[in-house]
């Protein structure tokens, strides 16, 4: 009985190697749950609610909005805001989380639409042709 040559095991072995490192990669976590990705501490933090939002900030708001702005708009409204990117020059995605995982980003979102400095805050949804 003849051995496979070691050019032939080779590739497999390396293919083995990628595969299982592949299972054990935290990326792969990751992919199954989205929210994972944009906060790489998502298992040690606190229960609570996490959305992601889309916001349009008044003419006022000098375009991109400062991070002091976004704290404090942020702040007012009880939450924290992670910045994700710019859709264009008028609107920008963002993470809303806050602590209370049954209403606590309901009611953030409110608050977030009655500031002075948001001119619209949206949950970021597929919408569909009409």
Do not use: W
């Not at 404090?72 to 993470?95: D, K, Q």
Request: with cysteine.
């Amino acid at each position: 009985m003849a051995f496979p040559s070691a050019s032939r095991l080779f590739p497999l072995l390396i293919l083995l190697a990628l595969a299982a490192c592949a299972a054990q990669s935290p990326a792969s976590d990751a992919a199954a749950r989205p929210d994972a990705a944009a906060h790489p501490d998502a298992a040690t933090r606190p229960a609570g609610c996490s959305i992601r939002i889309i916001v349009a900030f008044s003419q006022s708001v000098q375009r991109p909005p400062d991070d002091a702005l976004v704290k404090e708009v942020a702040h007012a409204a009880g939450v924290n805001l992670m910045y994700v990117r710019s859709v264009n020059p008028e609107l920008h995605v963002f993470i809303l989380t806050a602590a209370d995982p049954v209403s606590g980003c309901d009611r953030g979102l409110e608050r977030l639409r009655a500031d002075s400095h948001v001119r619209s805050a949206d949950i970021d949804a597929r919408r569909k042709p009409q």
